[in-house]
């Protein structure tokens, strides 16, 4: 919520992004202040995992959680976390937090000659955040080739997001409506809040939302015995929180007990789900700008959150796990 906020968050990060690129661009000229250097190789493969990111301290444990996921499948690896949002990392560095961003990474990458260099996106849809990690970091230093993508032979493997396939979208509709079977089975509402882009060329990107919403509700439906599963975002303007009112007013008389459970639908529990979804009432807000919780109160829903992110799934985080093996295994193709 709280658009005036969102607006001009948008426009630092889009400032900041700029500056970020000249940044790195005199930081290929001056290598040694690449802070990544001081990472000694210890093995032929680097292995980055790449998220949006926060400066929350229940989504570090997250991550955590994710590297030692991923460092127990890859154990000769070196492997290391980096967000795509220059804005959480520069205020990290405020805090004087090192955090170091993708394109650096992948500098100390080609300068320490690794054999094998693979990058995983914690992303969930192909949108914004995947294409500035593939198109401006990644491809800035190598020849990147994706799962799909078969022509000519790769330096780098880069896997899918989560919401990719058709495939994709159906395993994560199991796993995330068998998490609230109790909820459905009883008729209750269940709604996610997802990111999403504003903007109309990552339309494709933002339909996985709208395909995940469907596949919810046959599942939910034909094993529950309900469908009441909806997802909403903060920025895809066909399923912002407009668009949950407006199909939670047409069920509202069929949901029991008018209850409705709200989960974020992001890798971690952050800014968002704190404030966006879960947030009390801030004095001054107008009410449109409240928090998705707070509003649905106000219309007489009776709300329960989960503060429970994407990457907290084991199942969720062996997606990523398919998803990165493939392109291996692709790349790996003459």
């Known amino acids: 919520m709280k658009k005036y906020y969102n607006l ?71 492997l290391y976390l980096s967000y795509t949002s220059r804005i959480i990392i520069n205020r990290m560095q405020a805090q004087g937090k090192e955090f170091i961003p993708p394109a650096m990474w992948m500098q100390s990458f080609l300068k320490k000659n690794y054999k094998n260099v693979y990058v995983q996106s914690f992303h969930v849809i192909p949108g914004e955040e995947f294409t500035l990690l593939r198109d401006a970091y990644v491809k800035k230093e190598y020849n990147v080739k994706l799962v799909d993508d078969r022509k000519g032979r790769n330096d780098a493997v880069l896997g899918h997001p989560l919401l990719y396939s058709k495939e994709d979208i159906q395993k994560v509709a199991k796993i995330l409506v068998d998490d609230h079977k109790e909820h459905i089975q009883k008729g209750e509402a269940v709604a996610f809040m997802g990111h999403g882009n504003p903007e109309e060329n990552y339309e494709y990107a933002n339909q996985k939302y709208k395909m995940l919403e469907q596949e919810m509700q046959k599942y939910a439906k034909e094993n529950y015995g309900h469908g009441y599963v909806y997802v909403a975002t903060v920025d895809y303007p066909a399923m912002l929180f407009d668009y949950l009112v407006g199909e939670l007013k047409m069920v509202e008389d069929k949901v029991a007990n008018k209850k409705i459970h709200l989960q ?22 107008a009410d449109e700008d409240q928090s998705w919780k707070w509003q649905l109160e106000k219309k007489g829903w009776k709300v329960e959150t989960h503060m429970k992110g994407l990457g907290d799934y084991k199942e969720i985080n062996n997606i990523y796990l ?3 093996k493939a392109a291996i295994a692709d790349g790996n193709k003459e």
């Open 264 to 285: 974020p639908l992001m890798t971690i529990v952050g800014d968002h789900a704190n404030n966006d979804m879960a947030g009390d009432y801030e004095k001054g807000e």
């Open 8 to 78: 001009m968050l948008t426009l630092v990060a889009l400032a900041m992004t700029a500056m970020a690129f000249t940044a790195c661009d005199e930081e290929v000229k001056a290598p040694t202040q690449n802070p990544a250097d001081a990472f000694p190789k210890k093995h032929d493969t680097a292995l980055l995992l790449v998220t949006f990111g926060s400066t929350y301290d229940v989504p570090q444990q997250t991550f955590e959680k994710q590297k030692a996921f991923f460092q127990k499948q890859f154990p000769n690896t070196d």
């Open 322 to 324: 398919e998803h990165l």
